[in-house]
């Protein structure tokens, strides 16, 4: 019977290294790709998705550009404006991603003014239905977590919203060594992230500006320290999303957000549900730059933020 026990005891402990070696493989290129394909995990390997698209636009922020003028906001703003960039030479366009959240976007700020002591506006252009975004199990690990804990920056946000996303998401899942084990493997992106879904629940506010009242007001409170001019404007709207907009009147016209643009639920434009399609995005014909230019022109006429474009080559 000891022989036994001794048997299984060295199975698990060779079952055990295998799996050690097989993740340490999955970290590394090209068993990283290798091993993501066997295992069914391609998805969690994208370039595109997390991190790997926002530490781009956060090392921009760092950037001794010459720009004196920022503008973030959600992926509709970076549909919108990112064309304009090589034109608008004095302007740092880094719309990215509602996934931010209004956290994120007050650290991509905070980083910006950081590093551009002569920045004069700063413009935040959101969704109505980005600003709600909170902590979610689709999105928030990969786009608040993961980005901000890797380039040290997550401990910008106040402390309540850091123990927020330890409840979330597991404190000891904000260890930076803990999520470079997972952002480097697909394996562990897929069944962590798998595991979050199924046995967590995303942050719950007591109204759905909670978050955005918190960190878009401390924007605002942060140019103004600096004697910067703070701009929220929100980005055109799907037909098929405009009483989700209404839904939001109550809760705005309480918030501090109405304090800062209490034109911003006024000043939303929406436009025909067929041109976006997968009900946020311009797709198809619709997704140019001729129409993108359009939009603005029509959309934010009359503000400082048209008042600053030039939509002209050289």
Same mark, same amino acid.
């Given at each position: ?47 595109? *998705?997390?991190? =790997?698209?926002?530490?781009? %636009? #956060? ?7 010459? $720009?004196?003028? &920022? ?61 709600? *975004?909170?902590? =979610?199990?689709?999105?928030? %690990? #990969? ?7 890797? $380039?040290?920056? &997550? ?160």
């Amino acid at each position: 019977m000891r022989k036994f026990y001794l048997n299984v005891l060295l199975f698990i402990i060779v079952l055990f290294s295998v799996l050690i070696f097989v993740d340490f493989l999955s970290m590394r290129e090209p068993t990283r790709t290798i091993l993501a394909e066997l295992t069914d995990s391609t998805e969690y390997i994208a370039q595109d *998705r997390g991190p =790997d698209e926002i530490k781009p %636009y #956060l090392e921009r922020t760092h950037y001794p550009d010459g $720009t004196t003028k &920022l503008i973030i906001g959600d992926s509709v703003c970076r549909q919108l404006f990112s064309h304009l960039q090589s034109r608008n030479t004095h302007i740092a366009m880094l719309g990215s991603n509602a996934g931010l959240t209004a956290a994120g976007q007050y650290i991509m700020a905070k980083e910006y003014l950081e590093h551009h002591p002569d920045t004069t506006d700063v413009f935040l252009l959101m969704l109505p239905k980005s600003l709600v *975004r909170t902590f =979610d199990t689709n999105w928030g %690990y #990969l786009y608040v977590v993961m980005p901000f804990v890797e $380039t040290d920056t &997550l401990k910008y946000l106040d402390q309540e919203t850091i123990d927020c996303l330890g409840d979330v998401y597991g404190k000891l899942f904000l260890n930076p060594s803990v999520v470079q084990f997972i952002d480097r493997s697909p394996i562990n992106r897929k069944i962590y992230l798998n595991m979050l879904k199924e046995h967590s629940e995303g942050y719950i506010p007591s109204n759905q500006l909670e978050l955005a009242d918190q960190y878009v007001y401390k924007i605002y409170t942060m140019c103004k320290e600096r004697n910067v001019a703070f701009h929220l404007y929100p980005c055109p709207v799907s037909e098929a999303s405009a009483d989700k907009v209404q839904a939001l009147r109550s809760d705005f016209e309480k918030s501090k957000i109405r304090e800062i643009s209490p034109d911003y639920l006024d000043m939303v434009t929406y436009y025909p549900a067929e041109q976006a399609g997968d009900g946020t995005h311009f797709t198809g014909k619709y997704a140019n730059d001729d129409n993108y230019d359009r939009l603005i022109k029509d959309i934010y006429a009359g503000t400082e933020l048209y008042d600053m474009l030039s939509f002209d080559e050289g």
